[in-house]
């Protein structure tokens, strides 16, 4: 895929990943490395939160797989999953790991916004710091309704809403509000790696988003920083001391009717 082909906020972050991975081959080594499916960036279990539907034989995808921990972690539960990233870089990264831990599925380099496959082809489409925060919502969610089989479930993981309220300029988040609410979308900066387009969404935006492209909102359940949670190194613009006391991250679960 040539950056040439996508819309300008995709080609920066595809640019932006090249130079971010670099940085997170160990990370993403040691997520491959276990078999316990976590979230965001203070690792909440998934036995605490209990989202992920059974496994065994569904057909999932996941859209913005990075190096594809979080595909690997379905594939070893038994689902049939594709991994799916706009990042070239990323997906070579990916195919490293599924050669090192011998587990292979498929991997398409692809905007997760235009996946050339059939439409109902899943039965569970995930996103963790993927589509969720990279990429359009008003483009990736309908895309998410093709790829799903009627009854299907999406399920992404996004920082809060209160997060990215609270998040200043630099994007550390800070203990009050540092942006208005109304106008909350597309969310462009620059920082010493390169230019970078994030989405982000009111509550109300996202259940207006969902219910127009027929899913049904099933849970929204906010994270926080376990007790004991350390700083994590990658993403240290969020303290674990106030992750503690606000929600830092929220996964949603919406069914396809």
């Known amino acids: 895929m040539k950056p040439s082909e996508l819309p300008d ?109 059939p439409d109902g082809s899943f039965d569970l489409a995930v996103s963790e710091y993927g589509a969720s925060t990279w990429c359009d919502p008003y483009k990736w969610v309908p895309e998410a309704k093709r790829l799903l089989r009627p009854g299907g479930l999406l399920v992404f993981l996004r920082n809060s809403t209160l997060l990215v309220l609270c998040s200043d300029a630099k994007g550390v988040v800070q203990e009050r509000l540092e942006r208005p609410q109304p106008g909350l979308y597309r969310i462009d900066w620059v920082d010493d790696e390169g230019e970078g387009t994030e989405f982000q969404l009111s509550h109300g935006h996202w259940v207006d988003l969902l219910h127009g492209n027929g899913f049904a909102i099933e849970r929204l359940v906010e994270l926080y920083a376990p007790e004991g949670a350390a700083a994590n190194p990658l993403w240290d613009f969020v303290s674990p001391e106030w992750a503690h006391s606000w929600p830092a991250e929220e996964i949603w679960v919406a069914r396809k009717l």
């Open 9 to 117: 906020y995709a080609a920066h972050n595809r640019a932006l990943w090249s130079v971010y991975g670099r940085d997170q081959e160990e990370w993403g080594r040691a997520q491959w490395a276990t078999d316990d499916i976590c979230w965001g960036i203070f690792r909440v279990p998934e036995n605490d939160v209990n989202v992920l539907p059974g496994l065994y034989e569904t057909d999932a995808i996941e859209l913005g797989c990075g190096t594809a921990y979080f595909s690997s972690w379905l594939a070893r539960r038994g689902a049939r999953v594709v991994g799916v990233d706009v990042n070239p870089d990323q997906l070579e990264r990916a195919r490293g790991f599924q050669r090192e831990f011998e587990l292979e599925f498929p991997l398409i380099e692809a905007n997760a916004e235009d996946v050339e496959l």
